[in-house]
């Protein structure tokens, strides 16, 4: 047989709660077909992460198919990659449970994510909101990944997953890749547009603060005619105008444009002239990803498949994983039984 060079893997996931932002195309998901060639990837839509905020259960059912359909329009070739949903493969939780043995509690509890959640959520601090970041580890570590694709907002998430894994190597001998991150140089943290010292979020009450991937063209245009920037009317990047370098950020990623070319092309314009344009250019980037979407939407059968044949192929790389883990701890394995 032929020797082929075994590639790199590659692990990220993304929660199904609502129609993906700008954030999480700048931030992460843009990046993800970008890897396809040089790495083995596997991308899920983690429905069990969702859970730990109450979720409506018809409509986490239909936002998982849409984060699936939405994931294949940005260039996600089931050909290429495995993508599938978390839940359709146990190792998972079963990980998760192992792992968690392996995590102090003070760890968890001063995650910046429980600590948020747990102050929008006051009425509902569950168990599963802890140790989120444990069944995070898990999905990471259960592939054996080398490099993990994300925003800034969860690089502590992965120091703590490479923390469990160096701590169970340490205990039980090489059994874990210790997985890097890999941010974006521009846009790792895209910033709310009302609010810019704040991350676009998904949950931001305020509507003008966030652009959906599945927003219109005039919607998007009239968000960011509505950004804030500042009094200077100067585009220009620094610490003391957040607002305009946002823009400046999701403009570039858009354009593949340095933030001097930025600088250049809008001098002496005012910010209306700089915002429409950065409008434009995510308009453009988002209408055929759109079209692609309502066509893998509409195609039930197909999406179903690529599914299914991706929690059928994750499942088989898990398995081996966990049954590698267990022994490590020491479970008896069913097969070792003498009956
Ligand atoms: P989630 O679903 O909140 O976000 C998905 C990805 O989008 C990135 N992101 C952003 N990047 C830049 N600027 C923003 N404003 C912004 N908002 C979101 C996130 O950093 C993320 O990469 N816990 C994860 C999902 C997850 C996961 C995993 C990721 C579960 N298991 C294993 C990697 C590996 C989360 O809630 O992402």
């Not at 890097?180 to 846009?187: C, R």
């Not at 009317?233 to 070319?261: H, Q, W």
Request: hydrophobic share 40%; with cysteine; net charge neutral.
């Amino acid at each position: 047989m032929e020797q082929t060079q075994k590639k790199p893997r590659v692990f990220s996931g993304i929660q199904p709660t609502g129609s993906f932002t700008l954030g999480n195309y700048v931030g992460a998901v843009r990046n993800w077909p970008a890897l396809q060639d040089a790495y083995d990837c596997i991308y899920s839509v983690v429905d069990l992460h969702a859970i730990t905020v109450r979720q409506n259960p018809a409509d986490l059912r239909r936002q998982s198919r849409e984060a699936a359909a939405m994931l294949l329009a940005t260039g996600i070739r089931p050909d290429k990659s495995i993508i599938f949903i978390q839940s359709h493969v146990p190792a998972h939780t079963q990980l998760s449970w192992v792992l968690g043995c392996f995590c102090p509690f003070g760890d968890l509890t001063r995650m910046h994510q429980f600590k948020e959640k747990s102050k929008k959520h006051p009425e509902d601090i569950n168990g599963g909101l802890l140790t989120y970041p444990v069944l995070m580890a898990a999905d990471i570590l259960l592939y054996a990944t080398d490099l993990v694709p994300i925003g800034i907002d969860q690089k502590q998430h992965l120091e703590l997953a490479r923390n469990i894994a160096q701590r169970f190597n340490g205990l039980y001998g090489d059994t874990f890749v210790v997985p890097d991150g890999y941010f974006p140089t521009v846009g790792a943290k895209v910033m709310s547009l009302q609010e810019p010292d704040k991350k676009m979020s998904k949950s931001d009450a305020n509507a003008n603060a966030v652009v959906h991937m599945l927003d219109e063209p005039d919607t998007i245009l009239r968000k960011f005619k509505r950004a804030i920037t500042d009094s200077e009317g100067t585009v220009r990047a620094g610490a003391d105008k957040p607002g305009v370098t946002n823009l400046m950020s999701i403009y570039s990623v858009m354009t593949g444009k340095t933030f001097e070319e930025i600088q250049r092309e809008f001098d002496g314009q005012g910010y209306g002239v700089f915002k429409e344009a950065v409008a434009g250019s995510v308009i453009d980037t988002f209408r055929p990803i759109q079209a692609e979407y309502r066509r893998l939407l509409a195609d039930r059968a197909y999406l179903d498949g690529v599914l299914a044949d991706g929690g059928a192929a994750a499942a088989r790389l898990a398995s081996r994983m966990l049954s590698k883990v267990y022994r490590k701890v020491g479970f008896v394995a069913p097969d070792a039984l003498a009956h």
